[in-house]
Structure formats: C-alpha cells, structure tokens
C-alpha cells in the first residue's frame, strides 16, 4: 500500500471512532457539544464566516460531522504530486 492509500485508510478509521454517537449531518446545539460546549453565538459567528462548511434548510443550518472534524484540523487531504523522471531545466 502506499502513503496515500494508508491515509485515507486511517482518516476513514478516525472519522469511524471520533463524535461516532452523532449523525453524519449534525445541527447547531449538536455542533456546539462537539467543538467543547461553545456557545450557540460563537456557533453561527463560525458558520456565517464560513470556517466550517454548511448549508441550510429554510432556517436551519446543517453541518455536515466531516467539516467539524476538518475544522479542528484532525483531517488532511492529500493528493499525489505528478511524477516527472526527468529533471526541469
């Protein structure tokens, strides 16, 4: 396996055990619990900001549990660099 197919293997196991009683899709007093009992205020300034990616339903915000996680900077994506045998000049 290389690198890449080992990180990927490892995020899919971390996303599997970390927040695992919450949905996939989560609401605002869900997140708040989440990211360590912030406040509801401190919540909406992060969503209206877009720090952490959302969408809404009429009036509500969903988030999706992947983007929390990104937030906190516990995913990273990789992507394989072009390979070149020869050497630029």
């Known amino acids: 396996m290389n690198q890449s197919t080992l990180s990927h293997i490892n995020q899919q196991v971390m996303y599997d055990l970390l927040f695992q ?3 996939d899709v989560v609401n ?9 009992g912030i406040s509801s205020k401190t919540a909406y300034k992060l969503l209206q900001e877009n720090k952490i990616s959302h969408f809404k339903i009429g009036r509500n915000y969903k988030i999706p549990k992947i ?13 394989e660099r072009p ?7």
């Open 21 to 23: 009683h919450y949905p």
């Open 28 to 36: 605002i007093p869900e997140m708040c619990e989440m990211l360590g």
């Open 67 to 79: 983007n929390i996680l990104l937030y906190l900077n516990l995913f990273t994506f990789t992507f």
């Open 83 to 89: 390979h070149f045998d020869a050497l630029p000049h």
